[in-house]
């Protein structure tokens, strides 16, 4: 299915992208509470680098909601069509992003989720911080959230006809787009 198709050709991708959001934010949740220590893993993190595996999930994670293929899961594309006058938002995050994804795609292949069979297969993930800081990659992920947040929060506020809800979101909509 091409990313022309409509929201109506794809009744479940909202509800997919929701529930794939969640995740990612599980991700997030467990990865900084790992680095602020306010979560303790039962291993040995000098032996057992948790904090990278939980880094590779995520990156592959924040990918599978970002996917620049027709065939995969798109946020940008999905609040598009499901709140077009949003465009501001979604545009100055989606530009944010961009310049990650090639190499996002290529991390998530090679060490996040499908892996390699050789070092050297498996090196051209490494492009990615090559490229892009850690910082980089996690503040503009923190942005991506954001985004998501005030989108999620304005659809609930405009099924809810909820004027308040309408204005706060619209704060943090029209803050995103002027960053």
């Given at each position: 299915?091409?990313?022309?198709?409509?929201?109506?050709?794809?009744?479940?991708?909202?509800?997919?992208?929701?529930e794939?959001h969640?995740?990612?934010?599980?991700?997030?949740?467990?990865?900084?509470?790992?680095?602020?220590?306010?979560?303790t893993?039962?291993?040995?993190?000098?032996?057992?680098?948790?904090?990278?595996?939980?880094?590779?999930?995520?990156?592959?994670?924040?990918?599978?909601?970002?996917?620049?293929?027709?065939?995969?899961?798109?946020?940008f594309?999905?609040?598009?069509?499901?709140l077009?006058?949003?465009?501001?938002?979604?545009?100055?995050?989606?530009?944010?992003?961009?310049?990650?994804?090639?190499?996002?795609?290529?991390?998530?292949?090679?060490?996040?989720?499908?892996?390699?069979r050789?070092?050297?297969?498996?090196?051209?993930?490494?492009?990615?911080?090559?490229?892009?800081?850690?910082?980089?990659?996690?503040?503009?992920?923190?942005?991506?959230?954001?985004?998501?947040?005030?989108?999620?929060?304005?659809?609930?506020?405009?099924?809810?006809?909820d004027?308040?809800?309408?204005?706060?979101?619209?704060?943090?909509?029209?803050?995103?787009?002027?960053?």
């Amino acid at each position: 299915m091409s990313s022309t198709a409509t929201a109506k050709e794809r009744p479940e991708e909202l509800s997919i992208y929701a529930e794939r959001h969640f995740h990612f934010m599980n991700l997030w949740t467990v990865y900084r509470d790992l680095l602020s220590h306010k979560y303790t893993p039962s291993l040995d993190c000098e032996q057992y680098p948790v904090a990278i595996t939980m880094m590779f999930l995520l990156y592959g994670y924040f990918y599978s909601l970002v996917e620049d293929s027709d065939e995969g899961l798109n946020g940008f594309r999905v609040w598009r069509e499901k709140l077009p006058q949003e465009e501001a938002a979604i545009a100055r995050v989606e530009a944010r992003v961009l310049p990650f994804l090639s190499h996002l795609r290529v991390f998530r292949n090679r060490m996040g989720f499908h892996g390699s069979r050789s070092r050297a297969h498996e090196s051209a993930a490494f492009d990615l911080f090559n490229e892009h800081s850690g910082t980089e990659i996690y503040e503009t992920m923190e942005q991506y959230k954001a985004l998501a947040a005030a989108l999620f929060g304005m659809d609930m506020a405009l099924h809810a006809n909820d004027p308040d809800q309408i204005r706060r979101c619209r704060e943090k909509l029209d803050q995103i787009a002027s960053m």
